[in-house]
């Protein structure tokens, strides 16, 4: 492959929802230009994309496979992403690095839940968008009725450029109103007849392409002029009015193709070639600092590393976009986020698993290379003088969480190895060990993303491993004041121990005034205050320490061990073991022995003082809340709203949003640990949803009784 400049480079992101064709489309791309001589498919488990195992086991993508094809002395990165929405990092990584989006939609159904999500992260990133309809071949296909949807979703800014002659089983023919000609091909596919617009369509054609006139002169004042003029304009000119309309995303081109025969495809790849925009066009991405990287070969080198595929016998395959200058084999360079070192071995561009070396590539270009030391994904490499760092990729959070765990114990450590290099290939994928809940808890976009890593795990990392529900860190607070006092004396020989504490406990709640005096049960306890503590507690919420010992009763010597004691009590909440949090502490007064007074003696009295206190001032357990925002089609809405009620969710609102119900709801975390299974359950998988932490609050009483009575079982499990 030759060496392309930046202005002979475009980047593009193949999306669509899962089921819309995007691996049969990629294949038909490749066979069109030449980079294959023979089409794979879906069921063979012969692609380009879609070459992991896990992917042939399952028969759907779980990866992006780049693949790079010439077209008319242009260069085409393309990134197929999977359509599945559990593995949306694929799609969220390539949008980032990529300068168009191709949105297939599935011509059975229309505008999907996938399509929508793919949409939004387009209209977020600012990237422009070119909607390709295709199984037209389908009798399920209403060509018309999509084209509605789209445009009430879309609005006017979705232009035809093609439109099918008819649809279903006998699909072969189609009119491009850009080039004003009639496609059509053999019931096998194969090279399209080009011909004049047959008299019965001459009508609808030149309505439509009036209308891509007049889109396509909206984004230049000296093409409307001339629209105005003359009512029309060339091909060419068209060309350049579409091409500075993607660029705003003031116009969203439609074409039609039937993946499966390649029928469309060789004229789609005629558009992106002529029509789409270079990387030098686009708009320019800023490093760390803010500042404006341009994408020149000239420049300083800096290459940005998005993907990291992890294959048999090779290892890493680490994959990058050029943002600066002119990578060569052999070129040593510096990992701006890690501060090692690298050199640069053979470069590569990418067919999925089929690589050809290259001399170099230039800025904006997309490579790959392999046997890189210590470079991870989202790492940027720089040549000397240059300090580039990007961080420009956000995920999403994560909507369903697990507990896993090595069916062997002898495979623990195996396994917290293989899944940090997992997440190396999907960010989207995050590992935690919990001190809290003493469990490994492994966070995903859902039930079939946390299934595909199982199936890694097993089958290509030969661990064993189950999943088990990941606990809930609840919170313990109280409600309301109380006090206790507690002797802790143990005598055996030699020095004793001997430690006493008196302290009251209150709920804490930002700006309160402090103390001057408590009433309980009737005494009244007046506050001196001679030191204060506020500790901002690394699980949220705040312990307020204050000393108001007076006469002596204690040294100060022993408010810090006072102070661990409460602390080891606030790690473990009395109620069920959880964290405890939001809580005012006053040591008020206390005894301690000349001898046998020390540290251990008082961090025990303080412990069991806290702790019946805490018993004793209405404690309550809280439990995490969420955000929930459920994406969902309106003849689902009844029972979704059904489902989450039974959820203890409260609803907030709805909206309705680009042809689709937007339910906006609070819940509990332990009613979210199923609701991706269920939500897909009730709605056929055409609803999507995003969560975000946003409080802890009360419990109800029946629960919290519950949890109680769970716990006290467990302590008497441990116990025998």
């Known amino acids: 492959m030759k060496v392309y400049q930046t202005n002979e480079i475009k980047n593009i992101a193949l999306l669509g929802s899962a089921g819309s064709g995007k691996t049969t489309l990629a294949e038909a791309m490749l066979f069109e230009s030449g980079v294959i001589k023979r089409r794979g498919s879906v069921e063979a488990k012969n692609t380009v994309s879609d070459y992991f195992p896990v992917e042939q086991e399952y028969g759907y993508s779980v990866f992006s496979t780049v693949f790079s094809v010439e077209w008319n002395n242009k260069k085409l990165n393309i990134i197929d992403c999977p359509g599945s929405d559990d593995f949306v990092g694929g799609a969220i990584t390539a949008l980032n690095v990529t300068d168009q989006a191709l949105v297939l939609i599935n011509g059975q159904y229309g505008p999907e839940v996938g399509t929508q999500n793919n949409f939004r992260y387009t209209e977020k990133l600012k990237k422009p968008v070119i909607f390709l309809i295709n199984q037209l071949d389908s009798d399920k296909c209403d060509f018309d009725a999509i084209i509605s949807s789209m445009k009430d979703i879309y609005g006017s800014k979705c232009v035809q450029i093609q439109y099918p002659i008819s649809t279903g089983p006998d699909f072969n023919s189609l009119i491009d109103v850009l080039l004003m000609k009639k496609y059509s091909w053999k019931p096998e596919g194969g090279a399209p007849i080009i011909e004049d617009i047959p008299a019965e369509e001459m009508d609808k054609a030149i309505e439509l392409h009036k209308a891509l006139v007049e889109a396509a002169a909206e984004n230049d004042e000296t093409l409307m002029e001339k629209f105005f003029e003359e009512g029309t304009l060339t091909e060419n000119e068209l060309r350049e009015g579409i091409r500075k309309g993607l660029i705003t995303r003031s116009i969203f081109p439609v074409f039609c193709v039937c993946a499966g025969k390649s029928m469309g495809v060789h004229r789609l790849m ?390 689709y119900q937007k339910l906006q709801a609070k819940i509990p975390l332990k009613e979210l640990a199923s609701y991706s299974i269920s939500l897909s359950s009730i709605t056929g998988g055409r609803a999507s949803f995003t969560t975000k932490f946003a409080s802890y609050e009360l419990v109800p009483n029946d629960i919290q009784q519950q949890l109680i009575k769970e716990h006290e079982a467990e302590l008497e499990d441990k116990d025998e």
Not at 630 to 641: A, E, L, N
């Open 270 to 659: 005629e558009f992106l070639g002529n029509v789409v925009p270079f990387v030098s066009e686009m708009p320019k991405v800023h490093n760390t600092r803010g500042e404006e990287i341009t994408p020149d070969a000239a420049g300083p080198e800096s290459l940005y590393f998005f993907k990291t595929g992890v294959e048999p016998h090779i290892g890493d395959v680490c994959y990058f976009k050029v943002m600066s200058g002119c990578v060569k084999p052999g070129d040593d360079l510096s990992n701006a986020d890690r501060g090692s070192k690298e050199r640069i071995g053979s470069i590569y561009v990418c067919a999925g698993a089929n690589r050809t070396a290259v001399d170099c590539l230039n800025a904006g270009d997309i490579g790959c290379t392999v046997k890189l030391k210590d470079v991870k994904t989202g790492n940027t490499l720089n040549d000397k003088g240059c300090e580039n760092r990007f961080d420009f990729i956000k995920y999403p959070n994560s909507k369903y969480s697990r507990a896993i765990k090595a069916v062997n114990e002898a495979d623990t450590e195996k396994l917290m190895a293989a899944l940090l290099k997992m997440r190396q290939e999907d960010p989207t994928w995050v590992v935690e060990q919990s001190k809290e809940l003493k469990q490994t808890i492994v966070h995903g976009q859902g039930e079939f993303h946390l299934r595909t890593l199982k199936w890694r795990l097993e089958n290509n990392e030969k661990i064993p491993v189950k999943y088990v529900d990941a606990k809930i860190p609840y919170r313990e607070t109280i409600t309301k004041s109380a006090r206790a006092d507690y002797r802790h004396k143990k005598q055996s020989g030699g020095a004793g121990q001997f430690g006493e504490v008196h302290l009251i406990v209150e709920p804490y709640a930002e700006g309160m005034p402090d103390p001057v005096s408590y009433k309980i049960n009737g005494q009244e306890f007046r506050v001196n205050i001679k030191g204060k503590e506020v500790i901002n507690l690394d699980w949220g919420g705040k312990l307020v320490f204050i000393n108001s010992v007076v006469g002596g009763a204690i040294d100060t010597r022993f408010m810090p061990a006072i102070l661990k004691g409460i602390m080891e009590r606030m790690e473990q909440g009395p109620l069920t073991g959880s964290y405890a949090r939001d809580v005012r502490v006053v040591v008020y007064d206390g005894k301690m022995h000349p001898v046998d007074s020390n540290e251990l003696s008082f961090m025990l009295a303080a412990r069991h003082a806290f702790s019946e206190a805490f018993k004793n001032a209405g404690p309550k357990i809280l439990e995490p809340i969420y955000d929930l925002e459920v994406y969902v089609p309106s003849d689902f809405m009844g029972d979704v709203m059904s489902d989450l009620q039974g959820r203890r969710a409260l609803i907030m609102g709805m909206d309705s949003e680009a042809g």
